[in-house]
């Protein structure tokens, strides 16, 4: 499998907490990418990191890349019950056209 | 703008059966993909394609055709429906030709059911 796999599955936390989820891949990537999905919703694209950069911020979120251990985080800081939501990272393969997603992880913000 | 708009929201249908999930984006976008996604599982590739009447497959491509006639649509036809193809489906458009250069919009998904 060249996919991302998120760690951990599954999160809860208190709201104004932060959540931290990662994200570990086998192959070379170009980038990677960070997607957020509501409960029976589509995915939205949250923020691109490439991999000559080792950390990217965007508001609340920031995104870590160390291409040696071939693993990227997201830190979502001060969450909200608003934040409740699965996260998935994407990572492309050798032919630059194939976005492959991991399991997803499921984040639970409790106010 | 609409973005990427995707009919039907829900379907039902029988083993055997054949049917076509429509996939439209207004923002003239040169790449649009297929993904299901199934629990446990994330979201798989089924097709994709780079521009008008260039296709080429995905992760999970058997069982599912695909056409890009215009830039704009980019229908996915289940030949033979069965069970295993129940899922839920999305297209995903991006700007560019190269999915990784820039972020993918996805639709509201189709809701797939097989008997």
């Known amino acids: 499998s060249q996919q991302g796999e998120e760690d951990p599955q599954a999160l809860s936390i208190q709201e104004g907490e932060n959540a931290t989820m990662n994200c570990s891949y086998k192959?070379?990537?170009?980038?990677l990418q960070w997607y957020r999905q509501n409960s029976g919703r589509g995915l939205v694209h949250l923020i691109l990191?490439?991999?000559?950069?080792r950390e990217k911020h965007s508001g609340r979120l920031r995104v870590t890349l160390d291409t040696s251990k071939k693993s990227s985080s997201l830190l979502i800081t001060a969450s909200r019950a608003a934040d409740t939501a699965s996260y998935f990272c994407?990572?492309?393969?050798?032919?630059?056209?194939?976005?492959?997603f991991g399991a997803g992880t499921r984040l639970t913000v409790k106010p | 703008n609409a973005g990427v708009t995707q009919t039907p929201k829900f379907q039902v249908l029988k083993t055997g059966q054949s049917m076509t999930l429509q996939c439209a984006q207004d923002?003239?976008?040169?790449?649009m993909s297929w993904y299901r996604q199934d629990p446990g599982m994330g979201l798989r590739l089924i097709h994709y394609?780079?521009?008008?009447?260039?296709?080429d497959q995905g992760e999970v491509p058997n069982g599912y055709n695909v056409s890009r006639s215009t830039t704009e649509d980019f229908p996915l036809r289940l030949l033979s429906a069965a069970p295993s193809q129940t899922s839920v489906y999305f297209c995903?458009?991006?700007?560019?030709?190269?999915?990784?250069?820039?972020?993918?919009?996805f639709g509201e998904g189709s809701r797939l059911t097989v008997l």
């Open positions: 192959t070379s990537i170009n980038n």
């Open positions: 995903a458009s991006s700007y560019s030709a190269q999915a990784n250069t820039g972020e993918l919009f």
């Open positions: 990191i490439r991999s000559n950069e």
């Open positions: 394609s780079v521009g008008a009447g260039i296709t």
């Open positions: 923002m003239n976008h040169e790449y």
């Open positions: 994407a990572i492309i393969t050798d032919n630059n056209n194939d976005m492959r």
